[in-house]
């Protein structure tokens, strides 16, 4: 659940987390950046990027009280990855909620002067992905003078690959987001994406690398992004009972097709939630249950006369769903493009 509101400011708007103040948004030479107060951030500096908003928690059983604690996430980088890694630590425990202090792209002692700041001022858990050992050190002994733990996320991980390939750690900051091949590579598939969601430009759907099928509303189109952002050109047709299915799809060899089947009552749910926010309360076959149970039903019949391989999303989330079909891809074609 995400508290982030927004608040107009003569240098720009703030993000703030229960109605406390986090960074302020202008622009610099280097694009959008972010800092505590307006104006703060030089041109000379590159940019750093502070942003303050409360992470998902996770609520199981009665209201509860929940434990809330800050939590500062500091990166030479993008953050994507102490992101992630953020999230999926906090994800193991119950009843607690974490306020998080995100510092991507902070790579000047000025820089990180402002985040030993905030840090003293909001005290909390500091984890941190950075290679710069000026910047380490100071961090990590302003953390020790503030009294608060700081831990290197990937330390442990670079230490074993180090040791066992033979090769000193070259410290570059967001190396995996490299202007290389495989980087446009994503772009290009991103772009496939677009031009062939929800059935689009169906006269090339061979040169996809996976075509995802589905009835509405079962995470076709996220899916497929999330494909994309792996290297995999994909598309995503409709399966709609009454409108048979392009020539293009019945006949496409190269691809790998796998459709996408959830349960009627879920889907019902998604679909009933989805009218809601376009405001559309009026009854049909769109959510009916009888209805999407015979839209099911026609679905898994087609699916079973095609062969295709069929993924049940109904307790998966995206990133579930999309390593599953990465994995059929690699046993089928035995490498990711």
């Not at 953390?143 to 996320?153: A, D, E, F, N, S």
């Amino acid at each position: 659940m995400w508290a982030t509101h927004k608040h107009s400011t003569p240098g720009g708007f703030v993000l703030s987390a229960w109605g406390q103040p986090a960074g302020v948004f202008w622009q610099s030479g280097y694009g959008l950046a972010v800092g505590r107060d307006s104006g703060e951030l030089s041109t000379h500096d590159a940019p750093i990027i502070p942003m303050q908003f409360t992470g998902r928690t996770r609520r199981l059983g009665p209201a509860r009280t929940m434990k809330s604690f800050h939590f500062h996430l500091v990166s030479d980088a993008t953050g994507e990855t102490i992101l992630s890694v953020a999230h999926a630590a906090v994800a193991q425990f119950e009843d607690v909620e974490a306020i998080e202090h995100v510092w991507a792209l902070v790579r000047s002692s000025r820089q990180m002067d402002r985040v030993l700041a905030a840090i003293e001022a909001n005290p909390g858990v500091v984890i941190y992905t950075m290679v710069d050992p000026a910047r380490r050190d100071q961090l990590t002994m302003g953390c020790q003078k503030i009294g608060v733990p700081c831990v290197p996320v990937l330390d442990p991980v670079l230490g074993v690959l180090s040791s066992y390939l033979g090769q000193a750690v070259k410290g570059q900051p967001g190396g995996q987001h490299a202007l290389d091949a495989e980087y446009f590579a994503r772009v290009d598939a991103i772009q496939f994406v677009l031009r062939h969601d929800d059935g689009q430009s169906p006269h090339d759907l061979d040169e996809a690398d996976v075509i995802v099928v589905g009835v509405s509303r079962t995470s076709k189109t996220p899916t497929c992004f999330y494909l994309a952002n792996r290297g995999l050109k994909a598309a995503n047709v409709p399966i709609v009972p009454g409108v048979p299915p392009p020539d293009e799809l019945l006949t496409a060899k190269r691809p790998l097709i796998v459709a996408l089947i959830q349960s009627a009552d879920r889907l019902v749910q998604i679909r009933k939630n989805r009218m809601s926010m376009l405001q559309q309360d009026g009854e049909s076959d769109y959510i009916e249950p009888d209805a999407v149970r015979r839209e099911l039903a026609y679905a898994r019949r087609l699916y079973e006369e095609q062969g295709w391989h069929v993924l049940d999303v109904t307790r998966r989330s995206i990133e579930e769903s999309s390593a599953a079909i990465l994995q059929l891809y690699q046993d089928r074609f035995g490498a990711l493009p």
